[in-house]
């Protein structure tokens, strides 16, 4: 396995899980480290200081230490189903919803899912705001769903895209985090693409329970 990039990886974290779905979906072969992130491996560290993951080495001594640079990286070698946007526009509009689910989204996802954390009594102004982003991406869901005439929608547009990787594990989370509460939300379209993404073989692959990695003594 010596010349095959290496990926230190958590199961259940949504930027771990999207850098997992992008070189799922472009098909180059890497070696798979699973990592407990309280005991993070040296050898992670070593490449990756700041100790997030994913972290992807590639053999050329390169590190990408952020999924959507992982995610450009196996998409620009190999990307079989277009999920690399095409015109600027389409790239313009993943940028943004990447930008605001990285950014906003998240806030609010820590913030309602542990208030604890943030000395809040609860967290339900943060559901409240997480919802509102939900709300575009419904109307998103709906546009597109008009704009392509199929029975499923995408917020990247005609079909799953970046965006979508990007944005479905940390919506994920946000349902989990009161499932009754969300499947209860006027958010047909959105639950819609979050049961197809949850029940498709891209989201089992990538979900797979793997050993922890154990580095070889030297
Ligand atoms: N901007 C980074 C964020 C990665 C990140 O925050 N990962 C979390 C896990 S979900 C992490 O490794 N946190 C460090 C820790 O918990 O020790 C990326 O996109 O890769």
Redesign the pocket.
Known sequence: MADLPVLYS?RR????MRARLALRISGLVYEHREVA?KA?PAAMLAASPK????VLCLPSGEVL????DIMHWALKQHDPQGWLPMSPEAKTLADVGIALN?GEFKAHLDRYKYPQRFDLENGLQHRASGAEILMCWEAQLRANLHTHAQSHAYLSGAHWGLLDACVAPFVRQFARTDRAWFDAQPWSQLSQWLTAFENSEAFAEVMLKLPLWLPREA
């Open positions: 958590f974290c949504p930027y771990a992130l993070k100790g997030t993951v994913p230490a952020q999924s959507l990285d």
